[in-house]
Structure formats: structure tokens, C-alpha cells
């Protein structure tokens, strides 16, 4: 993933990784759209309240976070990689 969203390579936009928002840490932040992309593994299939806490801290500190399970963004990179480029533009959220 990080491999599409450095050096501005999507559509333009500057991503950092690993980037703290509050108590969290953000997988991949594009900090001028308010845009988060969390990759989710396997474990995350277990911990939906988990997440929907943290989805929900990083949305009040300004965010819209987009979620991609790992196996999605192996198997269907372009799709994925539409997806982040609709939620750049002010899109919906990807459905799971």
C-alpha cells in the first residue's frame, strides 16, 4: 500500500504513515484531504467494537477514515486504489 500512496504517486496527494492522530496511530494519513486509509488484517475480524471506537475518535479529531481488509488490497490494487481516489474527491465510504 505504501508503495502507492508515497512520493504523491495518487492522484497528487501527500500520505504520511504511521501518523499519530490523539492516542491513535493511523496506518496511512493524508492530512490536506482529512483522509485515513486503515489496512485491516484478519485479527480485526474480531475486534469490529474495537474499531468502530477508534474509526469514531479519528472522525471527531476531523477525519474520514476508508478501511481495506489486507487480502483487498493484494488481490485488487487498482480497485483499492480507486477507492482512496473517490475518497479524496469527497466520495463515500468504500462498503465492507
Known sequence: MWRLLRARQLAGWKFRRQHPVGR????????????????DGGQHADAA?????????????????????????????????????VALAGGPSPSR
Request: glycine content about 6%; proline content about 0%.
Open 24 to 39: 491513535y496511530i493511523a496506518d496511512f494519513a493524508c492530512v490536506e484531504a482529512g483522509v485515513i486509509v486503515e489496512l
Open 49 to 85: 467494537s474495537a474499531d468502530a471506537a477508534r474509526t469514531a475518535a479519528l472522525a471527531a479529531a476531523g477525519f474520514r477514515v476508508f478501511r481495506f481488509w489486507n487480502n483487498e488490497v493484494l488481490a485488487n490494487r487498482d480497485g483499492v486504489a480507486l477507492a482512496i481516489r
